[in-house]
């Protein structure tokens, strides 16, 4: 089974600028998260989607930070403007939403520096 | 906010040596998972052991968990080199009836020299 893919893997932007992540979920995961992780830190939850809802986005600065799932398969986020502060790995991570099923997948992240 | 706080931050060891990771967390729990991030790659999913469980085994690892002191123990044994990478306990609180969220840890860098 195909793993969790993100895009690009690497990104350098300065700031102010936009960027865009891709991710591409495990097939038939109903669930997916992106998670923020800065350097030396465990990853922080921005948002979860159950299918094309969103579930719970209350650590996503929405000032800056958006995120959807149109199709409840492929997500992308986005920051616009960005901050140096942004500087982190960002992970998507998927889930099959059953009941039971605790596992949470990731994929390789996106690398950001904010310059 | 991370909920986990593992200890020690860093661990360096000899290959064939054991290495122990604990993790404290702050509120209550439904589970609690132990995830393996090699450098520059995603986080993998090592073991899950549920609130009324107290001790699990999977191949050489071993997870204790204690709810009265709000921590839990990863113990590999028979440390490989290729153990190493940074380890992150994560937990799903006892109110998240759905959503089944994880709050990670700050992690342990667990470098086994061959």
């Known amino acids: 089974e195909a793993g969790v893919a993100q895009s690009p893997r690497y990104k350098i932007i300065e700031k102010r600028q936009s960027v865009a992540f891709w991710c591409n979920p495990i097939?038939?995961?109903?669930?997916l998260y992106w998670y923020q992780q800065i350097l030396g830190q465990g990853p922080k939850l921005l948002i979860q989607?159950?299918?094309?809802?969103?579930?719970?986005d209350s650590q996503l600065p929405k000032d800056r930070f958006s995120a959807e799932r149109l199709k409840g398969v492929d997500s992308t986020l986005k920051i616009q403007p960005a901050k140096l502060e942004d500087s982190a790995v960002y992970l998507c991570?998927?889930?099959?939403?059953?009941?039971?099923?605790?596992?949470?997948?990731f994929g390789p992240g996106t690398r950001l520096l904010v310059l | 906010s991370q909920q986990g706080e593992e200890d020690p931050q860093a661990l360096s060891i000899q290959e064939g040596e054991n290495a122990t990771m604990n993790c404290s967390y702050k509120?209550?729990?439904?589970?609690l998972q132990w995830y393996r991030q090699n450098s520059g790659r995603g986080l993998v999913h090592l073991i899950l052991?549920?609130?009324?469980?107290r001790e699990k085994h999977s191949g050489r690892l071993r997870v204790t968990l204690d709810t009265s002191k709000k921590s839990s123990s990863l113990l590999i044994t028979a440390s490989r080199a290729a153990d190493t990478a940074s380890y992150f306990c994560?937990?799903?609180?006892?109110?998240?009836?759905?959503?089944?969220?994880?709050?990670f840890g700050s992690g342990t860098r667990l470098q086994v020299q061959p």
């Open positions: 052991i549920r609130s009324n469980e």
């Open positions: 509120t209550s729990i439904n589970n």
């Open positions: 989607f159950q299918n094309n809802g969103v579930v719970d």
């Open positions: 991570a998927s889930r099959t939403g059953g009941s039971g099923q605790e596992t949470q997948y």
């Open positions: 994560a937990t799903r609180s006892a109110g998240d009836t759905g959503r089944r969220a994880l709050t």
């Open positions: 097939s038939g995961h109903a669930t």
